[in-house]
């Protein structure tokens, strides 16, 4: 058994790829140890790990439904029977809120990690390789949408849109893109002018293949950081939306609603809205910690 | 001969995933108040050995050796503090490329100012006046001009020059130089191989010149250390390198191509492992 | 009919005040078959004659052709097939998330070629890389074995004409001497022109017949390789040049 492993280990580790696979696998490997070594990095990776395992098998682990009330039960105090995180001004059980809550977060979070970065990839690197008037043009509309605050603008979206999850993450990835343009304009204004560039243009490589397939790959290691750090700032915004209940509707067990609602007992009743928002905290910090990681991992300016 | 700089068993090792990478292994060697060449290609620790010297091998990197004696006094004993101020009174380095070793946001007369100011007690008009000889004294001919100017407006080989003449403010004893001529043109090269030489000669000064310029070394140093895979495989006169013994440095030689007379192809050196697992080779006493 | 020819180039960046001439009314020819050399010091403009030509540097005038066909201002396919460049630094001209293998079947796939597979391992073999080579990274990779991948890109489109500029000032000398051998090897296998950049002279004179000299955008003399071994030159700043390259003398530090 140990030789197997010391074998595949060997395997990945080798600097003779004998494989298109093994190439692959091997730098994979590579990342996944400067990774490990982290250990920070691994804690965040491992909170978002049972936050996926808590969205997933939400049926399966949730002590209660999440939308059932139970008046005769409500406020119920942390560690009430049944009711480990106690229950809020409807009766319904906190623990299994926050559990189906974390599928609404998941759901918001991937779709704005999808939306922003890719639009501003677009963007950034268009503007930077063009050069000229598009990248005038780009980067000026760019400059528009950072100079509205982020809430505040989402805030327009959503009131012009109506309120609603799909609503609330379209008005935040409206907002998060232009910091992804910036980045990867400024990546790509570094890296068109490098000789690899130069040596694909000599093969007669047009405009669209150079960006596709040789500077988005350099370009999307440093936008995954960045998502990755924006990621807290992406669960707030929701959150927030949510509590000024423009963004997830009740009864839905979404976080920041969550602790909107209980905003009226905060004093008699705190934990109403404290075990929403320190689930907010964790994700959020998670994230953090699982971004810093990868900053080290992907960014290409560190590895030599 | 009393030795400015006697180095006995110096090792740097770097852990790596795959155990520990000896990047210099057994290296011994003194240094009289003479011009010493280091060469060897790359990859084979010679700058490394130039800046362990000065204790500026950063973690997970790790000097281990008998002992690194500068005067007589052993280097590896110093404290942290002790070690800045020998790195900045009585060692120096000059980099390959000038332009990281300046600071871009502020003017050269600044730099040498502060620099002078740091070690010795003057006024600031005091300063300014030594800023304006050590200018002079590297072959600068407005340094007025050059003084107001910032880092990136000067040329690489007056680069190159400031950062010597910065170098010298504290008057030290020895002169790490790290490929200093590598990145410039062959004539610039010239003058400040002249301003080098000069300071040799005329302040007793002691330098390490580390290259790996096969030729620029035989003509330019008195003796050479010629290194491969981490460790010194010959050591000889520097006009009697041309006659050196070590198959690799021949190989070296004659990988070289010649302008001399044509020649329809060139050598290649045929690297034999036993080079890398012999012992280093001592002081030649 | 020379494979290159060069007629009044001029070539500058820059506009309004900021503007530089690189290369000032440059007219040379390189014969087929021929190895010409560019010496000089940084700055003179060498390497932009071959950005000119390559469309790297788009701001020119003057004529340009190849084989005989004028070079315009936009360059089509086979331009790319006949004109290929080695770059000076192999750490920066590979692309540092591609393997060997996606280097050079892009590569191939560009100029249309379909049978890409027995391709990449004759050009491997080519430049004296074994197949256990292509799928590696560049930084699993020898300064020596990157400028080898580098010289099989160039190759691949099988070109008569290859640009070098400085494709060994990156190297050791006992690489460079594999690499400039390799080079003397694939030039008279496949026929091809060279058009090398280099600041060592020793460099050029082992690899070209002919030498244009250039200071500050001007080509001041072209010479044989005979003269400059002679040291015979006929205009004083390649005297200087010469004399400069044979190394440091130290009688002249005794001012």
Not at chain 1, 268 to 294: C, K
Not at chain 3, 202 to 218: L, N, P, W
Request: aromatic share 6%; charged share 20%; hydrophobic share 45%.
């Amino acid at each position: 058994m140990s030789d197997t492993q010391t074998g595949l280990r060997d395997w990945l580790l080798t600097d003779t790829p004998r494989s298109r696979l093994q190439a692959r696998l091997s730098a994979l490997y590579h990342g996944w140890l400067s990774f490990r070594s982290n250990s920070l990095a691994m804690f965040g990776l491992s909170i978002l790990v049972v936050l996926l395992l808590a969205a997933a098998l939400a049926p399966l682990i949730a002590p209660h439904d999440p939308f059932t009330q139970d008046l005769a039960n409500r406020l119920k105090p942390l560690g009430a029977e049944g009711h480990l995180l106690g229950t809020d001004s409807l009766g319904r059980d906190i623990l299994s809120r926050l559990i189906y809550g974390s599928r609404i977060t998941l759901y918001i979070v991937t779709l704005v990690a999808l939306i922003a970065p890719l639009a501003g990839l677009l963007v950034g690197t268009i503007a930077g390789y063009a050069g000229g008037w598009v990248d005038v043009v780009l980067m000026r509309i760019t400059d528009i949408f950072l100079a509205f605050p982020r809430l505040v603008l989402a805030l327009a979206f959503v009131a012009a849109l109506g309120a609603g999850i799909e609503n609330a993450v379209l008005a935040i990835s409206l907002t998060a893109w232009p910091p992804y343009a910036r980045i990867a304009r400024a990546e790509t204004l570094t890296i068109r002018n490098s000789d690899f560039i130069s040596a694909v243009r000599l093969q007669g490589a047009g405009p669209i293949r150079i960006i596709t397939k040789h500077i988005w790959p350099l370009c999307i290691s440093s936008l995954i950081v960045r998502v990755t750090l924006d990621m807290a700032g992406i669960i707030l915004a929701a959150a927030g939306l949510g509590f000024l209940v423009l963004g997830a509707q009740p009864p839905s067990p979404e976080w920041g609603a969550m602790i909107s609602e209980g905003r009226r007992f905060i004093l008699d009743h705190w934990w109403v809205a404290t075990m929403p928002g320190l689930a907010i905290f964790t994700v959020s910090l998670a994230f953090n910690l699982l971004g810093d990681g990868l900053r080290d991992v992907l960014d290409p300016k560190d590895t030599k | 001969m009393t030795e400015l700089l006697d180095v006995k068993n110096l090792w740097v090792r770097f852990p790596t995933r795959k155990g520990v990478f000896d990047a210099v292994r057994g290296v011994s060697f003194k240094l009289g108040r003479e011009r010493l060449g280091i060469v060897g290609e790359s990859g084979s620790g010679k700058s490394m050995t130039g800046r362990a010297i000065l204790r500026l091998i950063r973690a997970p990197g790790e000097v281990e050796a008998d002992y690194i004696k500068l005067d007589g006094e052993d280097l590896l004993t110093k404290s942290e503090a002790e070690m800045r101020k020998i790195r900045g009174d009585r060692i120096s380095m000059v980099m390959q490329d000038p332009k990281f070793s300046l600071n871009p946001v502020m003017t050269i007369g600044e730099q040498l100012m502060e620099a002078y100011r740091l070690h010795a007690k003057g006024g600031k008009a005091e300063a300014r006046k030594r800023a304006l000889e050590m200018l002079e004294a590297v072959s600068i001919r407005d340094p007025e001009r050059v003084m107001r100017a910032y880092p990136h407006e000067v040329s690489g080989g007056m680069g190159q020059r400031i950062m010597i003449a910065m170098m010298q403010i504290p008057d030290p004893d020895l002169l790490i130089a790290d490929e200093p001529t590598s990145a410039l043109d062959v004539s610039v090269q010239g003058q400040v191989l002249e301003i080098m030489d000069k300071l040799v000669r005329d302040r007793g000064m002691g330098l390490i010149f580390i290259s790996h310029d096969l030729n620029l070394v035989s003509q330019f140093c008195d003796r050479v250390l010629i290194m491969y895979a981490g460790r010194v495989v010959e050591t000889c006169d520097a006009d009697k390198l041309h006659k050196a013994k070590h198959p690799y440095t021949r190989g070296l030689l004659n990988s070289l191509p010649r302008f001399d007379a044509p020649q329809k192809r060139l050598e290649v050196l045929q690297r034999d492992p036993a080079w890398a697992e012999a012992a280093s080779v001592g002081p030649d006493t | 009919m020379s494979a290159l020819s060069f007629q009044g180039l001029n070539v500058w960046f820059g506009e309004g005040r900021d503007h530089v001439d690189a290369v000032k009314n440059a007219t040379f020819k390189v014969a087929r078959g021929e190895s010409f050399g560019l010496v000089g010091e940084s700055g003179s403009g060498k390497s932009t004659i071959m950005r000119a030509l390559t469309g790297l540097a788009p701001h020119w005038s003057g004529q340009m052709s190849v084989n005989g066909r004028p070079v315009g201002h936009r360059r089509d396919k086979t331009f790319y097939k006949t004109v290929q460049m080695v770059f000076q630094d192999p750490y920066a001209s590979l692309h540092p998330r591609q393997s060997v293998d996606q280097t050079l079947s892009e590569t191939l796939h560009l100029h249309g070629f379909r049978d890409i597979e027995p391709r990449i391992e004759k050009l491997l073999e080519d430049v004296g890389l074994g197949p256990s080579f292509r799928f590696r990274y560049p930084h699993q990779l020898s300064g020596g074995q990157r400028q080898r991948v580098a010289i099989a890109r160039a190759l691949a489109p099988e070109p008569s004409i290859l640009l070098l500029d400085e494709p060994t000032s990156a190297l050791d000398v006992s690489v460079q001497a594999e690499i400039l051998n390799l080079l003397t090897d694939l030039r008279a296998e496949h026929d091809l022109t060279f058009l090398m950049v280099s600041h060592d002279l020793a460099v050029v004179a082992h690899m070209c017949e002919r030498i244009a000299v250039m200071q500050a955008g001007d080509i001041v003399e072209v010479m044989s390789v005979e003269d400059m071994r002679a040291m015979q030159p006929s205009h004083p700043y390649t005297a200087q040049l010469l004399e400069a390259s044979l190394g440091y003398s130290r009688s002249g530090a005794a001012g």
